[in-house]
């Protein structure tokens, strides 16, 4: 039987990490291992400087390992302590897509994806275009789309590997799941926010600041612009080797075509 280990970065409590355990229970032996509290934005980040606590617990009818670390920690903790070897990571689902290379290194749910990948584990990671919990469990359309999406794509996985030259698949959806919606093969923009700092005073009168950032205007063929101009689904492959120089290897196009297939296949359903 294959092994499974599904996290999030949204935390124990999230509805995402829930909702991803339901739809892949029955794909094998699945394990969850979570951060106990939301660990947004924390990159690959790993805890070198205190303790890891591990506690388990039952949420919602499954066994939950939560840990005091980050969403990098669970995968170092599950494959070298709590699980053993694992066939497939799944990350997510997140609230928030996880659109452009300025927040795909930044991202949590991506950071534990790339840890797997570091293993040589397959991973994928799930995100929504959503602002809150509500968002993500209010629509039974969209609920219904994210099932038939990652059940297909861990199944996919699981069958025939990851496609040659890619290490981590990233999947976003958008808010709103409407009825010719498709999924599409597209590389990652590079930046989805202009950056800002606004600058504040605290009651004792020192500085303080809070960085956020506005949308840029997307360009075509990219996950970003999938995602908040057409309202379809951006399935991004993603690769670790960030070096100029060196052997690269070709990507696998046609597995990844074929996974597209798949998916479009199983979606066509909902356009009836």
């Known amino acids: 039987m294959v092994k499974i ?3 999030n970065d949204d935390g124990i409590y999230s509805p995402g990490l829930r ?3 339901e739809y892949v229970k029955d794909l094998g032996e699945v ?3 979570a951060p106990e509290t939301p660990k947004s934005a924390s990159g690959l980040g790993i805890t070198l400087h205190k303790p890891l606590r591990v506690s388990v617990m039952d949420l919602c009818g499954f066994k939950v390992y939560a840990t005091s670390g980050t969403p990098s920690d669970t995968i170092y903790l599950a494959a070298l302590e709590i699980t053993g070897n694992v066939d497939l990571v799944l990350s997510g689902i997140n609230i928030g897509d996880n659109t452009s290379m300025q927040v795909i290194l930044s991202s949590g749910t991506l950071g534990a994806a790339f840890q797997a990948a570091l293993l040589g584990i397959p991973a994928i990671a799930y995100s929504v ?3 809150s919990s509500d968002e993500l469990e209010g629509s039974e359309e969209l609920e219904s789309m994210l099932r038939a999406v990652v059940r297909e794509s861990a199944m996919f996985v699981l069958k ?3 496609p040659r030259g890619v290490e981590v698949i990233s999947i976003n959806f958008p808010r709103i799941m409407g009825r010719g919606i498709r999924v599409k093969l597209v590389r990652a923009s590079k930046l989805k926010f202009s950056e800002k700092i606004d600058v504040r005073t605290d009651p004792r009168g020192g500085k303080y600041y809070w ?3 506005s949308l840029l205007e997307p360009e075509e063929n990219t996950d970003t612009y999938v995602i908040h101009q057409e309202g379809n689904i951006a399935l991004t492959p993603l690769t670790l080797d960030m070096n100029a120089i060196g052997p690269r290897q070709e990507v696998d196009v ?3 075509n074929r996974l597209v297939n798949v998916l479009n296949t ?3 359903r909902f356009r009836s």
């Open 211 to 213: 960085l956020f950032g």
């Open 160 to 162: 025939h590997g990851m």
């Open 19 to 21: 909702m991803l355990y």
């Open 31 to 33: 394990y969850v291992v």
């Open 5 to 7: 280990l599904v996290t």
């Open 254 to 256: 046609d597995s990844l």
């Open 266 to 268: 199983v979606l066509l």
């Open 129 to 131: 275009d959503v602002e």
